[in-house]
């Protein structure tokens, strides 16, 4: 049941622990310079907020690989609880508060760089909308740099009635008091309303299959997602009407999936987009070629472009960093439109360049040096791409400094001894990139294997995940999905699975990037 501070939003069960990239300083750097727009370095003056951090996982991540001040709030005292737990493990300064938006416009703050709302601007009254407003305008600095992410309305306008029967069920049919149980109970009624085929269904033949989607997300997820009071969507263009008002202008996205035209649009459907003179009518009409359903935008105060020739500099002085062996990319790439093969005569001499240099960060430029049958378009498209699938990041523009490692090494050993409890942290922190490498529950375990207990081998790994599975009741799946209850056969998968880690270079990666002293 919701009480008054929290004013309509969910929080009898607390937000899952996702980390994400969009907030980054650095990684909205890049996405700007890959727009030809012009932005401040980042430095140790830099000043940042988060609105809305929900546990804390990426604020976290953020203020231990960047220079400068990170605050922020999530009016959720168990979330701001967390994410001050976390800043401590790692002994970062920080400034983290339980307050609310209101509470946060009244508070004694600095002037900000870069403010950040992840997953808040669609859940949220619109008074609550109308004091982040304020709080923009009063606290972002002129060339100050807003991410906001929220449902466009595009792609969610055939599901919206799906939300609004399973918010309505979950809020006035359901009897169970645990908000886990009223989730299934919703999810049940949402199907068997529509397996009944009334009109609405046989009109939206895919509503079935989006309840069904939906049984398959997390519970904690669908709460914070579809089950708050509020709950809105908007176009693009509404949301850059309403951020014109206090002084910003749109300067890009944070989807890199937006630069790859090629394998989302028909050549038909790129020139039509094309030509379409407006910028933010263009980018309007872009969202109904492509379906969008989130956007990730970037605003800006006091838009500065680049010309195509600084912009060009500066992307070929960006360093990047490969976090995957040559052997293990992946050959194809899903677009909206099919699957498309990558060109192997660029992927595979670039990424054995990375190899060769045992995998040290390396600029576009080097690897022009380096590659001279490729040229500067064809390795930042590959680069880019490899970005988007989260597969290379982009460096900071300047040397890690001793405070930036030491702080992230100490984050990320909590976070690997935090694997022999439970699977809540997926990424770790990189003091070169300012970005967080993502990394599943086992990779975190064969670091913890190898950096603390000096562990080499495939059979050494297979061995100490099993003895760390053991006491918590877990089973290892086969290649079916299968429970294997047989510890012998279990090791066999769990040693395989270690082979393929050694074999992708991560141990190696993991030196580059620092992740651990």
């Known amino acids: ?22 907030l980054s300083p650095n990684y909205q750097k890049f ?19 988060e609105l809305g951090f929900g546990q804390g996982v990426s604020i976290n991540i953020h203020a231990v690989s960047n220079q ?41 703050l600095p002037q900000f760089n870069s403010i950040s709302l992840h997953g808040i601007w669609s859940w949220i009254s619109h008074e609550n909308q109308h004091i982040i407003l304020k709080f923009i305008r009063k606290f972002l600095q002129p060339n100050g740099i807003v991410y906001i992410s929220y449902n466009c309305v595009t792609g969610w306008a055939a599901n919206m009635p799906i939300r609004e029967l399973f918010h309505s069920h979950f809020k006035f049919n359901s009897t169970s008091t645990n908000p886990i149980q009223k989730v299934k109970d919703s999810l049940d ?54 951020l014109e008002d206090i002084k910003l202008s749109y300067a890009g996205s944070t989807d890199l999936n937006s630069f790859l035209d090629n394998i989302n649009f028909s050549e038909e459907h790129q020139q039509f987009i094309n030509n379409i003179e407006h910028p933010i009518f263009k980018e309007q009409c872009r969202d109904y070629f492509a379906n969008t359903q989130f956007r990730r935008d970037l605003f800006i105060r006091g838009k500065n472009k680049l010309t195509a020739l600084q912009t060009q500099q500066r992307l070929r002085n960006t360093a990047f960093v490969l976090l995957t062996a040559p052997e293990t990319l992946p050959k194809t790439i899903h677009g909206y439109l099919a699957e498309f093969n990558l060109r192997q005569e660029i992927y595979e001499p670039m990424a054995a ?29 590959a680069l880019t791409i490899l970005c988007h699938l989260s597969l290379t990041m982009p460096c900071l523009s300047r040397e890690a400094t001793e405070q930036e490692i030491t702080h992230s090494q100490k984050l990320n050993h909590y976070l690997i001894e935090q694997a022999s409890f439970h699977q809540n942290y997926q990424v770790l922190a990189a003091p070169l990139t300012g970005i967080g490498v993502q990394t599943d529950h086992f990779t975190q375990l064969y670091y913890r294997a190898h950096f603390k207990d000096g562990l080499k ?30 510890r012998a056969e279990s090791l066999k998968i769990l040693q395989s699975k270690a082979q393929i880690f050694i074999d ?9 990037l620092k992740l651990f002293a």
């Open 1 to 22: 049941m919701t009480t008054a501070w929290t004013d309509g939003y969910q929080t009898e069960v607390n937000y899952t622990y996702g980390y994400y990239k969009d």
């Open 31 to 49: 996405c700007l310079l890959l727009n030809g727009v012009d932005c401040p370095e980042t430095d140790e003056t830099h000043v940042h907020c």
């Open 68 to 108: 400068g001040t990170f605050y922020g709030t999530d009016f959720n005292p168990a979330h701001a609880g967390h994410a001050n737990v976390l800043a401590e493990q790692s002994h970062i300064p920080h400034h983290f508060y339980d307050a609310s938006f209101e509470e946060l416009l009244e508070k004694d």
């Open 189 to 242: 009624f949402s199907l068997a309303l529509l397996e009944q085929n009334p009109n609405f269904a046989k009109r939206n033949p895919n509503a079935l299959q989006k309840v069904k989607e939906l049984a398959n997300q997390n519970p904690n997820y669908l709460i914070h997602e579809y089950l708050n009071q509020d709950w809105q969507c908007f176009s693009f263009q509404q949301v850059v009407r309403i």
């Open 353 to 381: 360049y990375f190899k060769k240099q045992e995998y040290a960060p390396q600029t576009i430029a080097a690897l022009e040096k380096a590659l001279p049958e490729l040229n500067y378009t064809q390795i930042l498209n």
């Open 457 to 486: 081998t495939a059979k050494q790994f297979a061995e100490y995940i099993q003895n760390t599975l053991d006491p918590l009741g877990w089973l290892v799946l086969d290649n079916e999905g299968k429970s294997v209850q047989d």
């Open 504 to 512: 992708s270079d991560k141990l190696k990666i993991a030196k580059q």
